[in-house]
């Protein structure tokens, strides 16, 4: 199984700022991952695809990048609705796996 | 669009069968595009998915789980079907249906979500 780890747990920005969280893989993923954005009581949503590609509707503040075992997800200048939960997911291999998380909150 | 919707007791038994039903609108479930996947999240915890199902019966299951878990689809019905067997309270979670992407060889990333249904396993 491909183990999944996020960093930090926990990120603390203000609105405006630049959040960058991180992503590794235990073994090559190549560029198959996914990253979800969930808030409470929600389902999650997904972000980005293939490492890099936005999903429909996603704007273009969060950009995905990495291949292999490390990726990022940057978000350039946070929303208010952009406090949330985000988790990469790995689907190179089955079973497909997720990392454990990393929520942003409000500085 | 496609839009999917869980449905299931909200409460079952310690060593009962969980049974849900994702009922699929929007699209087609026969389509050879899709697999048709189950993801649960423990309260306060992480995402971990399930199983997947193609509409052909083909099917995925995460190996920590394959010996309790069946997933099975019902095209005639746009469902697919979910049971877990002999429960306890660790499989006390949201479960949530979704749809992935079939572009290679296996299903990839997860991008139609249903809002999630809560299962809580208590006697």
């Known amino acids: 199984e491909i183990v999944m780890t996020q960093s930090p747990a926990t990120l603390s920005v203000s609105p405006g700022e630049r959040a960058t969280l991180s992503c590794r893989a235990s073994?090559?993923?190549?560029?198959?991952l996914a990253w979800y954005q969930q808030k409470p009581g929600q389902a999650p949503r997904l972000l980005i695809y293939?490492?890099?590609t936005r999903a429909t509707g996603i704007p273009a503040r969060f950009r995905g990048s990495g291949f292999g075992t490390e990726f990022t997800l940057t978000i350039s200048s946070l929303q208010s609705e952009d406090f949330a939960g985000y988790y990469c997911?790995?689907?190179?291999?089955?079973?497909?796996?997720f990392g454990p998380g990393t929520k942003v909150d409000i500085k | 669009q496609l839009q999917l919707q869980e449905s299931g007791p909200g409460l079952v038994k310690p060593s009962e069968t969980l049974s849900l039903t994702c009922t699929v609108s929007g699209g087609s479930i026969s389509s050879s595009s899709y697999f048709w996947g189950w993801i649960r999240q423990p309260p306060g915890k992480g995402l971990e998915w399930i199983g997947s199902i193609y509409y052909s019966g083909n099917t995925y299951y995460n190996p920590s789980l394959e010996s309790r878990v069946s997933i099975s689809v019902d095209t005639s019905k746009t469902q697919f079907s979910l049971k877990l067997s002999s429960v306890t309270a660790a499989d006390t979670a949201v479960y949530f249906c979704?749809?992935?992407?079939?572009?290679?060889?296996?299903?990839?990333?997860?991008?139609?979500w249903g809002q999630g249904t809560l299962v809580t396993v208590s006697s």
């Open positions: 293939a490492a890099s």
């Open positions: 979704a749809t992935q992407p079939m572009v290679g060889t296996i299903p990839d990333y997860f991008d139609y």
């Open positions: 073994q090559s993923v190549t560029s198959n």
């Open positions: 997911q790995q689907y190179n291999k089955w079973p497909f796996t």
